[in-house]
């Protein structure tokens, strides 16, 4: 987590928190593995880290 962290302030970007990076990041990809067996691609976790760094509206 700290080098997400770290490569956004890298590019003087407002890092996530820690528990961004592991609702957005974390979670979805150990469910996954977990309980679907699957490995995540590299395309997986490029969407995940775009969607990171992708502001959302809160609802």
Known sequence: MEVIR??????QEV????QQI??????P?????L???E????QDIQRL???LATPS???
């Open 15 to 18: 890092p996530a928190s820690a």
């Open 29 to 33: 990809l150990m469910y996954r593995i």
């Open 35 to 37: 309980f679907t067996c």
């Open 6 to 11: 770290e490569r956004a302030l890298a590019r």
């Open 22 to 27: 592991i609702e957005r990041i974390i979670a």
């Open 57 to 59: 509206e809160q609802v």
């Open 39 to 42: 490995t995540p691609t590299p």
């Open 49 to 51: 880290l775009t969607a």
